[in-house]
């Protein structure tokens, strides 16, 4: 919670920046645009943000599509720039595809030369009767560079997130396509993910969502549904934006 002595503090830089602006010492415009900059999350190239060491560069991520999708049609060039609205922000090559061949797609990790199985439960189906988008949730039509946010909703509902058009579901996916040792730092100091953009039908109501787990004693990476209402620090609902 933010204590008296740094709302103080803030208070006391913005009053000298007003001081600033109006004895001409520093640029209106130039002020204006840093506050809005701050008033929509976004982070400086650089500062307070360290790009996580399962990520990989645009370079990288066009050779796994690439070899996967040899005859997608690739966004023209490389994103010019990226600057994260968050922390935990980065950026993400996606490439549309079904539930069922983006999880086919998926590689179970490697860990100490010895590589996890993949599971599916069975009632995590690809079908119209029991799987389908959350509300307002598109799904993007071509591939597309997006910032993805892994933590973000951490600890939270998925359900209360339906209703967001940013909530992530198969771009979950693409992550792990792209990032296959994502799932390492699960449990780890980052969350893991629930494909909150999907619903699952469960007993006649569309009450559930796909989400991901990891298995330690078993290396197992697995695709499992849970109730939208439950929520558990250790999961998220990632978030996807255009850039």
């Not at 070899?67 to 980065?90: C, D, H, I, M, Y």
């Not at 990032?179 to 009450?207: H, I, M, V």
Request: hydrophobic fraction near 35%; proline fraction near 7%.
């Amino acid at each position: 919670m933010t204590t008296i002595e740094q709302l103080a503090g803030i208070t006391s830089q913005h009053n000298e920046i007003i001081k600033r602006v109006g004895n001409g010492s520093l640029d209106p415009l130039v002020v204006k645009r840093a506050l809005q900059d701050i008033i929509e999350g976004k982070l400086p190239v650089g500062a307070n943000w360290n790009l996580p060491t399962w990520w990989r560069t645009p370079k990288q991520q066009l050779a796994r599509v690439r070899q996967l999708w040899p005859n997608a049609v690739l966004p023209q060039g490389l994103p010019k720039e990226f600057t994260p609205r968050t922390k935990s922000e980065v950026l993400l090559l996606h490439v549309p595809d079904s539930f069922d061949s983006l999880w086919d797609k998926v590689d179970a990790p490697q860990k100490d030369g010895v590589s996890y199985t993949k599971y599916r439960l069975e009632g995590v189906k690809d079908d119209k009767r029991n799987l389908r988008l959350s509300p307002n949730k598109r799904e993007f039509t071509q591939p597309v560079w997006l910032a993805f946010d892994p933590e973000r909703g951490r600890g939270a509902r998925p359900d209360s997130f339906w209703g967001q058009a940013d909530t992530a579901a198969s771009e979950v996916f693409s992550a792990l396509i792209q990032f296959p040792e994502w799932s390492l730092a699960w449990f780890n100091g980052a969350s893991a993910p629930n494909l909150t953009g999907y619903q699952l039908k469960y007993d006649g109501s569309w009450s559930r969502v796909p989400y991901l787990n990891r298995w330690v004693d078993d290396r197992r990476l697995g695709l499992l549904g849970s109730w939208a209402g439950y929520r558990d620090g250790n999961w998220s609902s990632p978030s996807v934006r255009g850039c």
